[in-house]
């Protein structure tokens, strides 16, 4: 399976070649600031999965956290691409919303549902799991 995507001005261009690990949805407070409030619609695959095929990423960490997040985004118009933890070594977490067809996303988990907010909807068929399965 091959998918590709983008940032929203277009700078940033990438590929993934290979099967997904998961597709969720994380409800985590640090994913509600990033997105401005709704939780985080997500795919991972294996790192070497990813690459870049135009532009370069800029990086964000927070130092101050113990497991701190690595977030990729584009420097120009700040589309939020992907991120790595130290939770799930080897993988890219990417943000559905920068696939070019991000219709082919179906979540089955729902992760950190401890921080969800009262207008935030986990379908039916999802399992949801206070912080993260296992």
């Known amino acids: 399976m091959a998918l ?9 261009h990438y590929e993934l ?6 597709s ?32 370069e990423l800029s990086e964000f960490r927070r130092d101050d956290l113990d497991m701190a997040v690595t977030r990729y985004f584009c420097s120009n118009c700040g589309t939020g691409i992907g ?11 990417i943000k559905v919303g920068t696939l070019d067809d991000p219709s082919i996303f179906a979540p089955t988990v729902a992760i950190f549902t401890c921080d969800k907010q009262d207008f935030h909807h986990i379908p039916e ?7 993260r399965p296992g």
Not at 28 to 51: D, M
Not at 125 to 131: M, N, T, W, Y
């Open 4 to 12: 590709h995507g983008k940032c929203y001005c277009g700078d940033v």
């Open 17 to 22: 070649n290979g099967d997904p690990q998961a």
């Open 24 to 55: 969720l949805q994380c409800y985590c407070r640090e994913c509600q600031y990033i997105s401005g409030g709704n939780p985080a619609a997500l795919i991972i695959f294996p790192k070497e999965a990813f690459h870049l095929t135009q532009g």
């Open 83 to 93: 991120s790595e933890t130290p939770n799930r070594p080897g993988a890219m977490i």
């Open 125 to 131: 068929e999802v399992s949801a799991f206070d912080k």
